[in-house]
T-cell receptor
Framework: DQQVKQNSPSLSVQEGRISILNCDYT??????FLWYKKYPAEGPTFLIS?????DKNEDGRFTVFLNKSAKHLSLHIVPSQPGDSAVYFC?????????FGAGTRLTVKP | DARVTQTPRHKVTEMGQEVTMRCQPI?????VFWYRQTMMQGLELLAY????????DSGMPKDRFSAEMPDATLATLKIQPSEPRDSAVYFC?????????????FGPGTRLTVL
C-alpha cells in the first residue's frame, strides 16, 4: 500500500537548469511533508519541509510546492549543480504516521 | 559533530540465523526510529521509540522482528529467524521531536543480505 509515490525513478538534467522532482500522496490525513537527500553509502539527510498550511517553502536553491487539492508536492532545484546528484525521498507525516516514497535518482550533468 | 552511528555497516548471513543491528542515537535526542529501505518499497518505517519506550511498531513483522532500547545510548533491531526477503538496508534515525514530525538525523545504515 504505497501512500506516497514518486513515479519517476530517475531524472537527468544539465548543470544550471532546473530540476523538478515530483511526489504524490493518497492519504488526506498527511499534513506535513519533507524532502530528504541521500548519497550512496550514507543515510538520508533532511533537505526541506512544508506544512499543509502553506503552499510554498523556499530555502536557497530549493523550493517545495504543495498542491493539497491534487495531493501533490514537488521539489524545485535551481540552478542544479553536479553536487545535487543523489537520491531524493519525499516523506509525508500525519496522524502519527510517516511514509516515504521510493525515491528519485537525480543526475546533474556538468 | 554529533552523528547517529550504526553497526555493523554490512552483514551477510544465512537464512534462519539471528541478526542484531545496533544504533547509537545522537546524545540528547529523545526519539529513535528504525527504517528499512528496499528497491520496491522505498523507505518504510518499522518502529520508533520516545524516551526509550516503544511508541509504534506497527510497521514491523512481529513474528520475527523485535526492537528494543536497553538504554538511552543504544537501540537494537533483531531479526530471528532471518529470511532472504529481509535483505535490505536498515536505517536508524534520531531526533528531538514530539511526534513523527520535524527533522530526523539518519545513521549510515546497515546493509543486510540474507542468503
Amino acid at each position: 500500500d504505497q501512500q506516497v509515490k514518486q513515479n519517476s525513478p530517475s531524472l537527468s538534467v544539465q548543470e544550471g537548469r532546473i530540476s523538478i522532482l515530483n511526489c504524490d500522496y493518497t492519504n488526506s490525513m498527511f499534513d506535513y511533508f519533507l524532502w530528504y537527500k541521500k548519497y550512496p553509502a550514507e543515510g538520508p539527510t533532511f533537505l526541506i519541509s512544508i506544512s499543509s498550511i502553506k503552499d510554498k517553502n523556499e530555502d536557497g536553491r530549493f523550493t517545495v510546492f504543495l498542491n493539497k487539492s491534487a495531493k501533490h508536492l514537488s521539489l524545485h532545484i535551481v540552478p542544479s549543480q553536479p553536487g545535487d546528484s543523489a537520491v531524493y525521498f519525499c516523506a509525508a507525516v500525519g496522524n502519527n504516521d510517516m511514509r516515504f516514497g521510493a525515491g528519485t535518482r537525480l543526475t546533474v550533468k556538468p | 559533530d554529533a552523528r547517529v552511528t550504526q553497526t555493523p555497516r554490512h552483514k551477510v548471513t544465512e537464512m534462519g540465523q539471528e541478526v542484531t543491528m545496533r544504533c547509537q542515537p545522537i546524545l540528547g535526542h529523545n526519539t529513535v526510529f528504525w527504517y528499512r529501505q528496499t528497491m520496491m518499497q522505498g523507505l518504510e518505517l518499522l518502529a520508533y521509540f520516545r524516551n526509550r519506550a516503544p511508541l509504534d511498531d506497527s510497521g514491523m513483522p512481529k513474528d520475527r522482528f523485535s526492537a528494543e532500547m536497553p538504554d538511552a545510548t543504544l537501540a537494537t533491531l533483531k531479526i530471528q529467524p532471518s529470511e532472504p526477503r529481509d535483505s535490505a538496508v536498515y536505517f536508524c534515525a534520531s531526533g528531538l521531536v514530539q511526534g513523527v514530525t520535524d527533522t530526523q538525523y539518519f545513521g549510515p545504515g546497515t546493509r543486510l543480505t540474507v542468503l
